[in-house]
């Protein structure tokens, strides 16, 4: 008897689970129409979002394009400020800073700035770069290592040195970034860093060009510590 009764109490229970799960809807309709109904919005405003933000890195494509034509040919006001039908590095920043064109625009802006003389805009500029990649990453550090220095304070300059030397982790730029902090440390007299960051270039870079000429370099600060 129990085994003739198990398929009725089988649909007994679905049944049971049904009236269950209904109730629950009835009960939660309209809590339950309000999520969806968000779920939809949010859906809906991630897709123009989207769109919006392809449509903006094209235009800041376009506009990047004159502007780093100018900065090629080292007229670093127009790729600055514009030539009154292009936007130049500083307005690209401003009006597409959400998109990577305007982002590697503050690159730029800096990089002009720096040979423009403007060292404290450099600064300004090159710390809002915050694209990870490998070559301007480490050069945007090293340009406010230069700007510091440029306004007095070597102790900032080496911090953005070594920073730069260490993010690079590379044979062309690391050894450079050393070399300056190295230099810096000898015109302070504290010799004993500056060998540090000389005997790291001949370690670990001695096939670069500072690596190449380093031994000199270490000759000479061992004379002040020895």
Not at 88 to 117: E, R, V
Not at 167 to 186: D, T, V
């Amino acid at each position: 008897m129990t085994k003739k009764n198990e398929p009725t109490k089988g649909i007994e229970n679905v049944e049971h689970t049904l009236t269950q799960t209904e109730q629950f809807l009835e009960q939660n309709y309209k809590p339950l129409l309000y999520v969806l109904a968000g779920a939809v919005v949010l859906v809906g405003l991630f897709w123009l979002l989207r769109m919006y933000t392809s449509k903006q890195n094209n235009e800041a494509l376009s506009q990047m394009y004159m502007a780093e034509q100018y900065f090629s040919e080292d007229s670093l006001n127009l790729a600055l400020n514009g030539d009154g039908n292009n936007l130049g590095f500083i307005d690209i920043a401003k009006d597409y800073k959400a998109t990577k064109s305007g982002k590697l625009a503050n690159f730029y802006a800096g990089a002009c700035m720096m040979h423009l003389g403007q060292f404290e805009e450099a600064v300004d500029y090159l710390n809002k770069y915050s694209l990870k990649d490998e070559v301007l990453a480490p050069q945007a550090k090293g340009l406010i290592g230069d700007a510091k220095v440029e306004l007095g304070d070597p102790a900032e300059g080496i911090k953005y040195y070594l920073e730069a030397a260490d993010m690079a982790e590379n044979s062309f730029h690391s050894p450079i970034y050393l070399m300056k902090a190295g230099m810096l440390y000898e015109s302070e007299g504290n010799f004993v860093e500056a060998l540090k960051l000389y005997e790291r270039i001949q370690d670990k870079y001695a096939e670069s060009n500072e690596g190449r000429s380093i031994d000199k370099y270490i000759a000479r600060v061992k004379l002040h510590i020895d």
